[in-house]
């Protein structure tokens, strides 16, 4: 973290605008935080992380008692073209099938999303599918499907944005007081769609980043790494430009997930990270603005390769070790619920003083 | 784990009887249980640990819907005559002080239980105070604190039998249908009765498996190590034998924990254990019985040394990692949240047929 930044003209106003929004989180009210968390009834820091989490929760939310019991999961969901080239164990019509099964609630999400008491919306940006109205569903088609990667890029430079700047108006919309925000996605194909885009920003070789999915043999493991080693060289995105690297080789959900972040930072909304494909938006977002991390949560430490090294690329670390590899905002929601309870600590615990108990010696 | 098993005779009829009792996991709903696993709605094995969390639930409960819905944190408090060395950075009245604290509901532990659900129990087994009738708390006191194990026997034989039977008893009492125990506990200078035993019982040197507790400096670190090694000197407790070790250096909380859980292995219910102090207790039942183990579900990573090397002798893995030293059962409460939902995965979701997704390739 600096407190200098510089921002790119990115070629979007709401982007730029939003960007220009974020500000470090606030000292003074961090401090005071401080100082209530060292009188609660514990040891000094004993609570470890949960007390840095309310902590800069309290820095991003400003005032006095924490809030964030408005809880939404966002699934974005977009499909890949890149899914033709077999690097996935599932066929690319599993994407709008899994989608009915979100707005139906019978999927991994919903069961835990209800657990934790959090709403789920899932966002179509890019799916090649045309879906009927229905609660929960917020129609938000950008594209319908990625161009495949291996033969060129993902999407315009202005679909791109366009993806960002959806995330950006859905964060806007949902910017209620308490609000926590976590992401999700959905999308056949979109590991190797994120495993290029973290080897580009991340400048680590494919295969170094690039894991099986949801479940491929060694023959599809080693024809995706090749897929995505040869993305890389038919679209030579440009590194530096993080816009570029999404538009050349990401995909749209990737694109409303960094809008996502980057819309809720500038509202100073927390934002709880999934996996690997989330982590991939987080890092586009994080790339952006340096203070984007100091809004971020980490959520698990997924199974796909790659994840690790674009949390360290951020700078954020996770907390739940479940050997998750499922997306849809699974582990993030999950996190959620020890997150939460970090405020709830921070508001509920009694003090030394008013319990009558004796400090350290 | 293995089928046969040596009990000895220990000298208490209801633990041996309890022993007894304690059977390997069903394997036939374990595998039922993976097959409807394998039909939901999500690529196979992707929930990862949580798959393995229900599995298991469903082979302790047997049954077709696992439950553990209604969820009990039994936080054991006792006094440790070894506080007289200075090895706590808090004076030993803070354990009664504490007690009164999670009575009155103030403490960490009553705001995370309250969170995900669970009712809080507060057993006095060994605690130099004598408390008033309150609710949620069990008047179970076996001793007034134990010996300075500095310079004697921490209890009896008889007594450390009695606070295993005390656990045994109180989890019959609290077998109801869907039921989960977490384990918990308080008492000042614990962490130094916790080394001793579990270095006891794993082989490995004080020094290894001794932390900071609540946070002593440096010179208090080191005079600690030395009080660790000074009681196992003193006692030489039989190291095959764990009873003897719970009497000559550990506490009747920690014996508490390990009657609870004998206890619940016996009633087929689950316990999600807490940090080091509760770890030992495990580690006392584990030692008591090969089968201990799959009835135990490990929470957090515990800054206290010698916690992994506590839960590596028993077999078991957390899946927290928060920086947590706090006990009380926090972080076995916390980790009651995510072992639940993974249960409500298991009988929630939509399977592929019901929900119309189509399968792996």
Do not use: W
Request: glycine letters at 12%; one cysteine or more; proline letters at 4%.
């Amino acid at each position: 973290m600096n407190g200098t930044m510089v921002i790119r003209q990115t070629g979007s106003a709401l982007l730029d605008s939003s960007l220009e929004a974020i500000t470090p989180l606030d000292k003074s009210v961090m401090e005071r935080a401080q100082a209530r968390l060292d009188n609660l009834t514990k040891p000094k820091d004993s609570l470890g992380y949960l007390e840095e989490f309310v902590k800069r929760i309290a820095g991003i939310t400003g005032g006095t008692a924490p809030d964030i019991s408005s809880k939404t999961v966002f699934v974005f969901a977009g499909d890949h073209g890149v899914a033709a080239e077999g690097v996935s164990a599932f066929p690319a019509e599993v994407t709008p099938q899994m989608v009915l099964n979100f707005l139906a609630g019978g999927a991994a999400i919903n069961v835990i999303a209800r657990h934790v008491g959090a709403a789920v919306k899932v966002i179509d940006i890019g799916v090649n599918f045309d879906f009927d109205s229905t609660p929960g569903l917020l129609k938000k088609k950008v594209i319908r499907g990625t161009g495949n990667i291996a033969k060129g890029p993902a999407m315009t430079r202005a679909d791109a944005l366009k993806c960002i700047e959806t995330g950006i108006e859905i964060a806007q919309e949902f910017a209620l007081k308490g609000a926590l925000f976590a992401t999700g996605e959905m999308g056949i194909a979109n590991t190797t769609a994120s495993s290029a885009l973290v080897s580009a920003l991340t400048g680590l070789a494919p295969a170094e980043v690039t894991g099986r999915g949801t479940g491929i043999d060694d023959k599809s493991y080693a024809r995706k790494v090749g897929v995505i080693e040869e993305a890389l060289r038919v679209n030579s995105p440009d590194v530096t430009d993080p816009v570029d690297v999404l538009a050349k080789v990401g995909g749209a959900e990737i694109g409303g997930i960094a809008g996502l972040i980057i819309g809720a930072a500038a509202n100073k909304i927390p934002v709880v990270v999934d996996g690997f494909i989330s982590t991939a938006g987080a890092l586009v977002a994080s790339k952006l603005h340096p203070e984007i991390e100091r809004y971020l949560f980490a959520s698990h430490s997924s199974v796909e390769r790659g994840h690790r090294a674009a949390l360290d690329a951020i700078g954020i670390r996770p907390f739940l070790d479940l050997n998750l590899r499922l997306g849809e905002g699974t582990g993030a929601a999950l996190a959620m619920g020890s997150i939460e309870a970090s405020v709830k600590l921070y508001n509920e615990m009694a003090t030394f003083d008013s319990a009558g108990v004796t400090g350290k010696e």
